[in-house]
């Protein structure tokens, strides 16, 4: 198993600023991904970290509006850049270990 | 391609009644399908899997789903709801590089 610490869980952000995501696996991982949740809606997902190497981004997804770090294979950031009001969502960090995957609280985003 | 379908974005149900929730999946490789529960204002939990093996697969409060290749399903059922399950409940599809194809949910409100 794994167990994912996020953070922050919840901001209230002005439009235009950037936020950047924690993410810290107790464990090493290859791979880390970022979903959006957008109210009332299901998960999507924005890319996949892999260490070492640039993320690879979803379809509608970019990495001018959403940077992703993944220094070691514990740790991972998001940024969510000139943040507008459609960014408010919930984003989610999740790990796979062997064929189950494993998901963070959430930061639930608020852009005002 | 994986793609995902829930047919029922709401079912309502009364305490103690049977309930199903429905998941059509599309996969051209191998298919790893799981349910996933998220209560209100939580994180998202596994609740259920199928890898392989046995196509009637349980969760330990009494959920179960079957994986039926030919309708191409995995429908999730309860014999008996409680209040406490009120959730949202998402089915998805393992994709490529491990990432996780989810439905659009289907929100489960249980009536006493």
């Known amino acids: 198993s794994a167990v994912i610490s996020q953070k922050p869980s919840r901001d209230i952000c002005q439009r235009g600023t950037s936020l950047t995501i924690q993410c810290q696996v107790d464990?090493?991982?290859?791979?880390m991904f970022w979903y959006r949740q957008q109210p009332g809606q299901s998960l999507t997902l924005i890319a996949t970290?892999?260490?070492?190497?640039?993320?690879?981004?979803e379809s509608g997804f970019v990495i001018d509006k959403f940077p992703i770090s993944r220094p070691n294979l514990t740790f991972s950031t998001l940024t969510v850049s000139n943040m507008s009001p459609e960014d408010s969502s919930i984003y989610l960090c999740s790990v796979a270990v062997t064929e189950e995957a494993f998901f963070g609280q959430g930061t639930r985003l608020t852009v005002v | 391609a994986q793609s995902v379908t829930q047919l029922d974005s709401q079912v309502p149900v009364f305490e103690e009644a049977p309930v199903e929730l429905r998941c059509n999946y599309s996969s051209s490789v191998s298919v790893y399908l799981f349910w996933y529960v998220q209560y209100p204002n939580q994180g998202l939990q596994l609740l259920l899997k199928y890898l392989s093996g046995s196509t009637l697969v349980e969760s330990i409060n009494g959920f179960e789903a079957e994986f039926n290749k030919s309708q191409t399903s995995f429908h999730l059922r309860k014999p008996s709801v409680h209040i406490s399950d009120t959730a949202e409940y998402f089915c998805?599809?393992?994709?490529?590089?491990?990432?996780?194809?989810f439905g659009a949910g289907t929100r489960l409100a249980v009536h006493p």
């Open positions: 970290a892999n260490q070492g190497s640039e993320a690879t981004y």
């Open positions: 464990s090493q991982v290859t791979m």
């Open positions: 998805a599809v393992r994709g490529g590089y491990n990432k996780l194809i």
